[in-house]
């Protein structure tokens, strides 16, 4: 079963850093979401795209975030110059035509900024 | 704006008894509701969903009912098992390929 994978698992930076994460989405999901989990929070909606196109941003994704789907299949997040406030569970969705009512989601990239 | 609000946890249950978990919701439109569950170390998977008023959604012993006039979309499960212990989030369709979630409820049973 080749569900959402999401690389690392675990990362820790010090302040200051430049961190990037990686999604690989189930095959054929053309639709990608990156969410974003503080703790004792719901997820929080990032950003989507629909192939390699990006088609909403969340007001939550400061100009040091850059998500980035280049050839439709996996997707990066990078944070730059990272700061304590970011330290959250970084999460990442795929769909099929459904959209969100069909969401599927891999374990998440924990970050901790020290 | 939309916004999900979930009883608080955790929610300590003995195996076999009855589960209600509240959710409620505002929003403009008419979104589609979810419930997503997290077992501990695995991702957020679809539990139900339903996309209009009056439906009821269901799966794995599972119900709940949308409802427009109360904005509510409660969990039910009329027997519990060990194996439900896990976080469970109420979710609605916010705009545009976005879903809102609340908080998060933690569900923990005993045996």
């Known amino acids: 079963d080749t569900g959402v994978s999401q690389n690392p698992r675990h990362k820790i930076t010090k302040r200051g850093q430049n961190v990037t994460f990686r999604c690989d989405p189930i095959s054929e999901h053309n639709r990608l979401y990156w969410y974003r989990q503080t703790l004792g929070q719901g997820p929080e909606f990032l950003t989507y795209f629909q192939n390699e196109a990006q088609l909403e941003k969340s007001r939550l994704l400061s100009d040091r975030f850059s998500a980035e789907r280049p050839k439709g299949s996996f997707s990066t997040l990078e944070i730059q110059r990272t700061e304590q406030g970011d330290s959250a569970m970084y999460l990442c969705?795929?769909?099929?035509?459904?959209?969100?009512?069909?969401?599927?989601f891999g374990s998440g990239t924990q970050l901790s900024v020290l | 704006g939309n916004s999900v609000t979930q009883m608080e946890g955790p929610v300590t249950l003995s195996e076999e008894a009855f589960l209600t978990i509240n959710c409620t919701y505002t929003?403009?439109?008419?979104?589609?509701l979810f419930w997503y569950v997290q077992y501990p170390g695995e991702g957020l998977q679809l539990l139900l969903k339903?996309?209009?008023?009056?439906d009821k959604g269901s799966n794995k012993g599972f119900e709940a009912t949308y409802r427009k006039e109360t904005t509510s979309f409660h969990l039910e499960k009329g027997s519990v098992q060990v194996s439900d212990s896990a976080v469970y989030f109420c979710a609605l369709s916010g705009g545009f390929q976005k879903l809102v979630f609340g908080t998060g409820t933690r569900l923990l049973v005993s045996p």
């Open positions: 339903a996309t209009k008023a009056d």
């Open positions: 929003a403009t439109g008419y979104p589609s």
């Open positions: 969705a795929s769909s099929p035509d459904e959209g969100v009512e069909k969401l599927f």
